[in-house]
């Protein structure tokens, strides 16, 4: 499993080892972020810019609202709400 500092497994991604090799090797500049007119994801943003840890798991404050905002348009809310909880766990089994 090659998971993202927020927890995603990047192997599930259509865009990962094609034109991605994972959110810290491209420091977070995922392709959908320019979507929401961001440079990077925002998740990246504060994990590693602002709070310089080395994944979202480190964080007292996981689930934030960056979670919660950050949402698959493709999801409805049952599925979001269901990813958040799989990216803590695979967070929290990390380490």
Partial sequence: ???TICG???TECREFGASCQG???IEGKVFW???LGLDTCPMYHC???EKHLAHCGKCNDLPCN????TRDPEMDEAA???AIIKQVKALKARD
């Fill in 1 to 3: 499993m090659h998971l």
């Fill in 8 to 10: 995603i497994d990047c």
């Fill in 23 to 25: 959110c810290n090797s």
């Fill in 33 to 35: 972020s320019q979507y």
């Fill in 47 to 49: 994990c590693k810019d």
């Fill in 66 to 69: 960056i979670y919660i905002e």
């Fill in 80 to 82: 979001h709400k269901a």
